[in-house]
């Protein structure tokens, strides 16, 4: 699987997610029955065309999971983020986008009674967390793709919703970071080490390991049931 082949086209239902005073571009897909929403929180200087993330949404999708895959910067602020990267770093920016999105799909008839899980690649990651930790009663788990977990601040020690890191073996700086991460938070977690893989988790069969273990994570901790107080 080469995930840098992946094109830019939608990946299901193209959307408008609404957050505070922008409507920034999503791609929605619900199967029948579907066992939780997880929304996708793209790294630094990417999109919600991520190659690596809409192969990991594949995947969740085809094991009965709703995916939300959107742009967490507006077309302005993309191309403002090439020239100077003020924004990527910008994690309260970030955060208020993926709280955002999770505020929207509650309000969508087709995902307003799915329990949501939050999907973060390296600094979105710590968007994923500290959106979870503002959101906790409709947030079911969360998961970190070689994220920058430690970006998440106090709201390590405040998230409920059960985290998974993942993590390569290679990935020496942010393995330690997930680790010290770790250490900080109460809540259900677990760290899993893919041997040999890079930030990237380029080499083969890296990426399949990344889906298997998040489509497993989502589904414990998911499952069928509706949100909390809706």
Known sequence: MNPERTQKEPLGEH?????GDVVLDGDLTVP?????????????GSSRFSPRNRYVARQMQDG???????????EREERVDVRTREHRFDID?????????????????ETTDLLYG?????????????????????????VSRGGRVDLAGDDLERVEAPCLFIV?????????????????MTC???????????HLFEGEGDLEQVAGLA??????HLGAGRTPGR
């Open 118 to 142: 939050t999907f973060g690649s390296s600094t979105g990651a710590a968007a994923a967390i500290r959106a979870a930790a503002r959101r906790s009663g409709a947030t079911g788990a969360v």
């Open 188 to 198: 259900e977690t677990r760290l899993e080490i893919v041997p040999g893989a890079g």
């Open 168 to 184: 390569g073996g290679a990935d020496h700086t942010v393995l330690e970071l997930n680790r010290e991460a770790l250490d900080r």
């Open 64 to 74: 009965g999971l709703g995916t939300l895959l959107f742009d967490l910067l507006t």
């Open 15 to 19: 959307v408008g997610v609404r957050c």
């Open 32 to 44: 029948d029955g579907a066992a939780g929403l997880v929304i996708f929180a793209h790294g630094s």
């Open 215 to 220: 489509r497993g994570w989502f589904a414990e």
């Open 93 to 109: 920016l970030l955060t208020r986008r993926l709280v955002g999105a999770i505020d929207w799909a509650s309000g969508q008839e």
